[in-house]
């Protein structure tokens, strides 16, 4: 589609975490202000090519590629003890397990603290597991950006192949809009700079107004 950029080529670090549901989260990171793209699959286990019905020890998982200039990794773990589905303090099966994955020196040091930080506040302890990432194996096609994936039409309108709905950094924004996620200020900055035709742009504020405060969970 002329005008549509699917990626952002700014430098950029890496974060992973394990948090209930990994449609939850792909929704929820995708539409805050700094994260440029994400992908969900299965990471934290042995077993070489999981799937989803054939997961062994891994853990469902978010990979985000965010701007550390926009927000910082203190700030996406704010978001990660704000929005768990279950299992911070509550022994739930490895799938679906509070798990952070660093991805260097400074993440973990920064993870240590910040659960210690969260257990002090919450006046409990959490039972997150902190670890180093990692082989990530991308999980199935239908899970990548499973909100937006319920509108087809904007997906086939935007050509969001398989590749691309791992990969685009439009695809990330709008399976977060679409459910209510984000701010309307940031909604309206993107639809401009993302260049997104009229059609679309009108759709997803509906989709935003309607779903806005709603939870995110299945």
Known sequence: MPGIQHDIDIPFKKATFGMGCFWASDALFGAQ???????????G???????????GDHTEVIEIDYDPKQISYE?????FWDNHEYGLTTCVKKQYMS????HDDDQKRIAEISVKKESHKRNEKLITTILPAGIFYPAEDYHQKYRLQQHSWLVEELGLTPELLQKSHIAARLNGYLVGVGKIEALESDCVKLGLPEKISNYVHKQWKQNEGGSLYC
């Open 75 to 79: 700030e996406l773990l704010q978001l």
């Open 45 to 55: 286990g042995t077993l070489i090519d999981p799937e989803y019905r054939k997961l």
């Open 99 to 102: 798990l952070i994955l660093y």
């Open 33 to 43: 202000p700094g994260i440029l793209r994400t992908r969900v699959g299965y990471a």
